[in-house]
């Protein structure tokens, strides 16, 4: 049996009773590290679960994952996935290998980023599609997530931005030249993801049109959802330019049409009330 068990979004203890009773009876278990990351690290998870870990990053995952199912085929094998199991496509992938394979499979849920931005206020069921904001670098400055914000908040719709992250990447260089040589982790945060947003408004202008997002947009900065030092800031896109909320994993959301209590609710995070007072682009139903 090959089980995807989702980890939650904070730390050890996250993990539902039924994913716990999971691990602790599989042989292998593997931990997917790419993805997205824990607030603890693997040495934590281990001494909680009682057993060994083996981290599964990207390169293991999409190349050896036949050698993976095939262990699942003569015992219990765990994936572990921060958050829930489909937050991402190569985990359905897995599912169709594994099927394709004959090997039975089971799904443990947990929350994940997806339902867990409902702490902000912000009604789950107001939120159109989700998008992904990448780095930029100084060749390759893509916008077309922008054109999906823009089309949530023509329908009246919020958007959660999932933030960067790069995990064992190689430069240009070292994977031209085959050399296992990988990069410093980096994280997309907040105000990182505005800049990005503020600078593609501007291009906007630049070029004759008249954004439906501005600078005056209310957006809302999370961090470390579901940990104990969690942090949310509202206020509008400019504001979430210089907000510091400390380490990774970030998250923003640019609004749509807010009900009036969604509207009171971000205001308990406000990083200025007077944004919320005297914003023009604020929309409320």
Same mark, same amino acid.
């Given at each position: 049996?090959?089980?995807?068990?989702?980890l939650? /979004?904070?730390?050890?203890?996250?993990?539902?009773v039924?994913?716990?009773?999971?691990v602790?009876?599989?042989?292998?278990?593997?931990l997917?590290a790419?993805t997205?990351?824990? !607030? #603890?690290?693997?040495? %934590?998870l281990?001494?909680?679960?009682?057993?060994?870990?083996i981290? %599964?990053?990207?390169?293991?995952?999409e *190349?050896?994952?036949?050698?993976? /199912?095939?262990?699942?085929?003569v015992?219990?094998v765990a994936?572990?996935?921060?958050?829930d199991? &489909?937050?991402?496509?190569?985990?359905?992938?897995?599912?169709?290998?594994?099927? $394709?394979?004959?090997?039975? +499979?089971?799904v443990?849920?947990?929350?994940s980023?997806?339902?867990?931005v409902?702490?902000?206020?912000?009604?789950? +069921?107001? &939120?159109?599609?989700? =998008?992904?904001?990448? &780095?930029?670098?100084? !060749?390759?400055?893509?916008?077309?997530? &922008?054109?999906k914000?823009?089309?949530?908040?023509?329908?009246?719709m919020?958007?959660?931005?999932?933030?960067?992250i790069k =995990?064992k990447?190689q430069?240009?260089e070292?994977?031209m $030249?085959g050399?296992?040589?990988y990069?410093? @982790?980096?994280?997309?945060? =907040?105000?990182?993801?505005a800049?990005?947003?503020? %600078?593609?408004?501007?291009?906007?202008?630049?070029?004759?049109?008249? @954004?439906?997002?501005?600078?005056?947009?209310i957006?809302v900065?999370?961090?470390? =959802?579901?940990?104990?030092?969690?942090k949310?800031?509202?206020?509008t896109? *400019?504001?979430?330019?210089?907000?510091?909320?400390?380490?990774?994993?970030h998250?923003?959301?640019?609004?749509?049409?807010?009900?009036?209590?969604?509207?009171?609710?971000?205001?308990?995070?406000s #990083?200025d009330n007077?944004?919320f007072?005297?914003?023009?682009?604020?929309?409320?139903?």
């Open positions: 049996m090959l089980y995807l068990v989702g939650g /979004l904070g730390d050890a203890e996250d993990i539902t039924k994913g716990l009773e999971a602790r009876r599989c042989r292998r278990v593997y997917e790419y997205s990351v824990l !607030t #603890v690290g693997k040495e %934590a281990e001494e909680f679960y009682g057993k060994e870990l981290l %599964a990053d990207r390169e293991m995952v *190349q050896e994952a036949d050698s993976l /199912l095939k262990e699942a085929d015992c219990d994936f572990l996935v921060v958050g199991p &489909f937050g991402a496509t190569t985990h359905s992938d897995l599912v169709l290998r594994a099927v $394709k394979l004959g090997i039975p +499979y089971k443990i849920h947990n929350a980023i997806m339902n867990a409902g702490c902000c206020g912000l009604q789950l +069921y107001n &939120f159109g599609e989700t =998008v992904s904001i990448v &780095f930029w670098t100084d !060749t390759w400055k893509p916008e077309s997530f &922008f054109d914000i823009e089309k949530n908040r023509r329908n009246g919020h958007t959660l931005c999932l933030l960067d =995990v990447e430069s240009l070292n994977l $030249k050399r296992k040589i990069e410093p @982790p980096r994280y997309m945060s =907040v105000n990182q993801a800049e990005q947003l503020l %600078a593609i408004i501007q291009n906007r202008r630049l070029q004759g049109e008249k @954004p439906e997002i501005t600078e005056n947009t957006c900065g999370l961090a470390r =959802v579901g940990a104990r030092d969690e949310i800031a509202s206020g896109l *400019q504001q979430m330019s210089t907000v510091e909320l400390g380490a990774p994993l998250s923003l959301i640019v609004t749509g049409t807010m009900h009036p209590l969604e509207l009171e609710m971000l205001k308990l995070f #990083v007077s944004s007072e005297n914003n023009a682009c604020q929309r409320t139903a």
